[in-house]
């Protein structure tokens, strides 16, 4: 099991960058999936990028991949999030997710991750 820690989110403009980070608890951090997911008001929860337990596959969703990165320092059991030229739109309570998984696979769906962090508010002013 891992607990998960959110931070690095706040308030900023449109066109500014932002790294979120995800701290884990479990010390066998190195075995699992992680994804990120995010939350805008009103809608439902939507996946932004996910990548294996070595950090060597990833992928993003369609909308995000030119913008944002997801990586992973399993010596310090954080995942991180690089958002580029933020935009309105992207304002969202951001989730850090895990699942065991000891292979390359990926996984985008809510109910594939096993574990949730509490969220980081993001928001982006216009």
């Known amino acids: 099991q891992v607990q998960l820690v959110e931070s690095g989110g706040g308030l900023v403009q449109a066109g500014d960058s932002l790294r979120l980070s995800c701290a884990a608890s479990g010390r066998t951090f190195s075995t699992y999936t992680m994804g990120w997911f995010r939350q805008a008001p009103g809608k439902e929860r939507e996946f932004v990028a996910t990548i294996n337990w070595s950090g060597g596959y990833t992928d993003y969703a369609d909308s995000l991949r030119s913008r944002f990165t997801i990586s992973r320092d399993n010596a310090k059991y954080t995942v991180y999030l690089q958002m580029n030229s933020l935009k309105h739109e992207d304002t969202a309570v951001y989730y850090c997710?895990?699942?065991?998984?000891?292979?390359?696979?990926?996984?985008?769906?809510?109910?594939?991750?096993?574990?949730w962090g509490q969220g980081t508010q993001v928001t982006v002013s216009s």
């Open positions: 997710a895990a699942v065991r998984n000891l292979y390359t696979a990926l996984y985008y769906l809510r109910y594939e991750y096993d574990y």
